[in-house]
C-alpha cells in the first residue's frame, strides 16, 4: 500500500508526479486499445426508503485513465451516481463493482479499504470547521494510519498543486468558496487513489474559479488517475472536451462528443 | 514498530483530544467512577478486616468435648479427626488439666489438692478445631450424640453474630456497588455519546476517505478507560486518607481498642490487590460504557 513510499528518497516539493508515482499509468490516448474496466454499473436502480426514485437501470462502464463528466439537471441522481461508486448508499437493484470488488456485498473494513483507493470531492466540501487546511488535507492521512513524516512529504506538493501552499494554517472559514474546493480537492488526493470522484466540484464557483478547478482535475487525469465529475455546467463541459454522460430524471444517456 | 509508534501517537493524540473537548462531562464521568470505586473499595476492605477479625478470635472456632467420667480422651481422638468438619483435635487428659487449673490457682501442693477433693475432680477434655465457623454448631450437635461424650461447649453466639454481620455488611455493599456500576456506565456513556455527537462530522469524513471503524472508534474507548484509571486512582488515595485517618484515631484510644485494630491490620497482599482491583473494576466500567456510546455509531 502506500505506506510503501516511505523509504524512498525526500523530493523536490514542485514534483507533483513523483508522489503520485504510485498510480501513474500510461498516459490514455485516443489510439490506445480500451483500458482495464475500473468501475461498472449493471442495471442498477436506487430507490430511496422514502419513494424518491433518483436512478433507473443505469448501465455504465468507466475505464483505467478516463475524464468522464456526468451532467443534468439537479435532482437528476447525479450525487447518488457518485454515492454508489464511493459506497456511501447501495443499489436497490443491480450491481456497481469497482476495482473487481462488488460494493453490494463490502461491509466493514473492506469498505473502508476500498475507499481509501477512491478519493471524493464533496458538493459541500465536508472541511472540518476547528482543522486549519494543513490539518483538514493531513486528516485523510491520519485516519489511515500514514506516519507524521509521510504525511508532511506529501502535503507541501499537494497543497502547491491546488495552489494553497502560503494558506496551509488558515481555517475554513477564512478561505473563499474557490480555496475551499481546492482544499477539498487536496484532501481527495493527498492519498494518492487511482479514482477520483468530483461531485459539482465547481457548483459555487465563478467561472474563473471552476476552470481552475478543472484545470486542476486535468493535471491529474494526465498523471493516470481516472476522473469522474458530476456538473450542471454545460458550457464548462463544452470547453474541456472530454467524454459526457448525462442523467435525465434517472436515466443515462450518451452524449455524442 | 513504526506503525506501532504511528497507531499510539494518533491514539495518543486523538484521546487527548477528546479529553479536551469533554470538558467538565470529563469531571461527572470520573467523580461517579470515583464514588463508586471509593465505596466498593471501603467495604471491600471492611470485609477482609472482618475476616482476619474472625481469625484473630480463632481460638473460638475450637470446640470442647467433656467426656463422662473413665473415658480416655485418646480412646476418642481418632474417632472424632474422622469428622468432615474437623481439622484438628487435641486430647487433654484429666491429669494435664487438674495441673494447669492447680498452678493457675496458685497452688503448689498438687497432692494436698488431690487428697482434699478425694482424688482428681476434672474429666478428660478434647479440643476440637472447626473447619469454619458456620461449621460449628452442626460439628457441636454430631459431638454431643458421641457416645461416652458428656458435655460440648463452644462460643457459639460471638462467632455466629460476627460471620453473620460480614455477610450482611457483603450484601449490602454487593447491592450499592451494582447499582453504582449501572449509574457510571450510563454517565460514561453518555459523556462519550455527546463527544461522539460533536465530532460527527470529522467522524463522517473518516469514515468517507477509508478510516477502519476501530481507528475511529479506539480513542472514544481508550478516553472511557482513561475516565475509569483515573476515578480508580483517586478512589484509591481516598480510601488511603480515611484508613490513615482512622489509624491516628485509633493510636489515642485505650489499649483494648488498639488490640482490636491490630486485628484490622491487612496483609501486605491484600494491600497490593486493593487497587489493582480498583483497577480493574475502573477500567472494565469505563470500557462498558464507551463501547455502548460507541456501538451504535459503529454498526455500519
Given at each position: 500500500m502506500a505506506q510503501g513510499t516511505i523509504e524512498r528518497p525526500p523530493i523536490t516539493p514542485l514534483d507533483i508526479s513523483s508522489v503520485f508515482s504510485n498510480v501513474s499509468r500510461p498516459i490514455p490516448t485516443q489510439a490506445q486499445t480500451p483500458q482495464k474496466i475500473v468501475a461498472t454499473f449493471q442495471q442498477v436502480s436506487k430507490t430511496y426508503t422514502n419513494g424518491c426514485r433518483a436512478l433507473l437501470d443505469v448501465n455504465l462502464h468507466i475505464r483505467q485513465g478516463d475524464f468522464l463528466f456526468i451532467t443534468g439537471p439537479s435532482g437528476s441522481g447525479k450525487s447518488t451516481l457518485l454515492k454508489l461508486l464511493y459506497g456511501a448508499e447501495r443499489p436497490s437493484q443491480g450491481n456497481v463493482v469497482v476495482d473487481g470488488q462488488d460494493l453490494n456485498r463490502l461491509r466493514g473494513n473492506k469498505l473502508s479499504l476500498l475507499r481509501r483507493r477512491i478519493g471524493v470531492v464533496f458538493q459541500d466540501y465536508k472541511l472540518i470547521p476547528r482543522r486549519t487546511v494543513f490539518e483538514n488535507v493531513a486528516f485523510v492521512l491520519w485516519a489511515q494510519g500514514f506516519t507524521r513524516k509521510e504525511i508532511h512529504r506529501r502535503l507541501i506538493p499537494t497543497l502547491k498543486m491546488v495552489g494553497l501552499q502560503d494558506k496551509a494554517y488558515c481555517f475554513p472559514d477564512e478561505l473563499s468558496g474557490g480555496e475551499q474546493q481546492r482544499v477539498s480537492i487536496a484532501r481527495a488526493i493527498v492519498g494518492t487513489p487511482p479514482i477520483l470522484l468530483a461531485d459539482e466540484p465547481t457548483g459555487n464557483l465563478d467561472a474563473d474559479n471552476s476552470w481552475q478547478v478543472i484545470k486542476i482535475l486535468k493535471k491529474l487525469n494526465a498523471i493516470g488517475i481516472t476522473i469522474v465529475v458530476t456538473t450542471h455546467d454545460e458550457q464548462l463541459v463544452r470547453q474541456s472536451g472530454h467524454p459526457v454522460v448525462q442523467l435525465r430524471n434517472g436515466r443515462l444517456y450518451r452524449q455524442p462528443l | 514498530m513504526l506503525r506501532f509508534l504511528t497507531k499510539s501517537d494518533y491514539l495518543l493524540r486523538e484521546t487527548m483530544l477528546g479529553l479536551q473537548r469533554g470538558g467538565w462531562m470529563n469531571w461527572a464521568a470520573v467523580s461517579t467512577v470515583t464514588v463508586l470505586l471509593f465505596l466498593f473499595g471501603?467495604?471491600?476492605?471492611?470485609?477482609?478486616?472482618?475476616?482476619?477479625?474472625?481469625?484473630?478470635?480463632?481460638?473460638?472456632?475450637?470446640?470442647?468435648?467433656?467426656?463422662?467420667?473413665?473415658?480416655?480422651?485418646?480412646?476418642?481422638?481418632?474417632?472424632?479427626?474422622?469428622?468432615?468438619?474437623?481439622?484438628?483435635?487435641?486430647?487433654?487428659?484429666?491429669?494435664?488439666?487438674?495441673?494447669?487449673?492447680?498452678?493457675?490457682?496458685?497452688?503448689?501442693?498438687?497432692?494436698?489438692?488431690?487428697?482434699?477433693?478425694?482424688?482428681?475432680?476434672?474429666?478428660?477434655?478434647?479440643?476440637?478445631?472447626?473447619?469454619?465457623?458456620?461449621?460449628?454448631?452442626?460439628?457441636?450437635?454430631?459431638?454431643?450424640?458421641?457416645?461416652?461424650?458428656?458435655?460440648?461447649?463452644?462460643?457459639?453466639?460471638?462467632?455466629?453474630?460476627?460471620?453473620?454481620?460480614?455477610?450482611?455488611?457483603?450484601?449490602?455493599?454487593?447491592?450499592?456497588?451494582?447499582?453504582?456500576?449501572?449509574?457510571?456506565?450510563?454517565?460514561?456513556?453518555?459523556?462519550?455519546?455527546?463527544?461522539?455527537?460533536?465530532?460527527?462530522?470529522?467522524?463522517?469524513?473518516?469514515?468517507?476517505?477509508?478510516?477502519?471503524?476501530?481507528?475511529?472508534?479506539?480513542?472514544?474507548?481508550?478516553?472511557?478507560?482513561?475516565?475509569?484509571?483515573?476515578?480508580?486512582?483517586?478512589?484509591?488515595?481516598?480510601?488511603?486518607?480515611?484508613?490513615?485517618?482512622?489509624?491516628?484515631?485509633?493510636?489515642?484510644?485505650?489499649?483494648?481498642?488498639?488490640?482490636?485494630?491490630?486485628?484490622?491490620?491487612?496483609?501486605?497482599?491484600?494491600?497490593?490487590?486493593?487497587?489493582?482491583?480498583?483497577?480493574?473494576l475502573g477500567s472494565s466500567v469505563g470500557l462498558m460504557g464507551s463501547l455502548f456510546a460507541v456501538r451504535k455509531f459503529a454498526v455500519r
Open positions: - | 471501603m467495604s471491600l476492605q471492611a470485609s477482609w478486616q472482618f475476616e482476619s477479625l474472625l481469625n484473630q478470635f480463632g481460638s473460638q472456632l475450637e470446640v470442647s468435648v467433656y467426656l463422662d467420667t473413665g473415658i480416655e480422651a485418646s480412646a476418642l481422638k481418632s474417632a472424632i479427626e474422622t469428622f468432615p468438619e474437623v481439622t484438628r483435635v487435641v486430647a487433654i487428659s484429666k491429669e494435664e488439666a487438674w495441673q494447669t487449673l492447680v498452678s493457675e490457682m496458685g497452688l503448689s501442693d498438687i497432692q494436698g489438692a488431690t487428697q482434699q477433693l478425694n482424688g482428681n475432680p476434672l474429666v478428660d477434655e478434647l479440643k476440637v478445631q472447626a473447619r469454619s465457623s458456620d461449621e460449628v454448631p452442626l460439628l457441636a450437635q454430631k459431638l454431643t450424640a458421641v457416645q461416652g461424650v458428656d458435655e460440648v461447649l463452644y462460643v457459639d453466639e460471638a462467632v455466629k453474630r460476627i460471620a453473620q454481620l460480614n455477610q450482611g455488611l457483603n450484601w449490602l455493599s454487593f447491592g450499592i456497588t451494582s447499582v453504582l456500576t449501572l449509574t457510571a456506565i450510563a454517565v460514561i456513556t453518555t459523556t462519550i455519546r455527546l463527544i461522539v455527537m460533536a465530532r460527527r462530522r470529522e467522524i463522517e469524513v473518516m469514515q468517507l476517505v477509508g478510516a477502519t471503524s476501530t481507528w475511529i472508534y479506539l480513542p472514544f474507548i481508550l478516553q472511557g478507560i482513561a475516565f475509569g484509571v483515573v476515578g480508580a486512582l483517586i478512589a484509591w488515595g481516598l480510601i488511603g486518607g480515611v484508613q490513615q485517618f482512622l489509624a491516628q484515631l485509633l493510636a489515642q484510644q485505650p489499649d483494648f481498642i488498639q488490640f482490636l485494630a491490630d486485628g484490622l491490620q491487612l496483609s501486605s497482599e491484600k494491600i497490593v490487590l486493593l487497587p489493582l482491583i480498583l483497577l480493574g
